[in-house]
């Protein structure tokens, strides 16, 4: 089992930038896939981005292609997800999750295939 704790959200300005952590503690991390997901008050939860266990392949949402950038340094077992231009409709909770079901690399915004989920990090973007 693995477990996810994120970090790094806060208040910034519309046009600034955030760097989300995802820490997992276990010693197979490496193994996990990750995907980073973001609900706002009163909207569903939506897929940010994913990263394969391997990072050599990412997703993203259409949203946030070209603002947002996921990342894992395996090493210290984080994954990262660099949030630049950021907008007022980015502001949500945002939740890093985890899995070994590697199928969800074909289908990586289904909630469902992530099995080990932080409690989030509160992320604020004003106008």
């Known amino acids: 089992q693995v477990q996810v704790v994120e970090s790094g959200g806060g208040l910034v300005q519309a046009g600034g930038s955030l760097r989300l952590s995802c820490a997992a503690s276990g010693r197979s991390f490496t193994r996990y896939v990750v995907g980073w997901f973001r609900q706002a008050p009163g909207n569903e939860r939506e897929f940010v981005a994913h990263?394969?266990?391997?990072?050599?392949?990412?997703t993203y949402t259409d949203p946030v292609k070209g603002r947002f950038t996921i990342s894992r340094d395996n090493v210290k077992n984080t994954v990262y997800l660099q949030m630049n231009s950021l907008k007022s409709e980015d502001t949500a909770v945002y939740y890093c999750?985890?899995?070994?079901?590697?199928?969800?690399?074909?289908?990586?915004?289904?909630?469902?295939?992530?099995?080990?989920w932080g409690q989030g990090t509160q992320v604020t973007v004003s106008s």
């Open positions: 999750a985890a899995t070994l079901d590697y199928s969800v690399n074909s289908v990586p915004s289904k909630a469902e295939k992530y099995n080990f």
């Open positions: 990263i394969s266990q391997s990072g050599r392949t990412t």
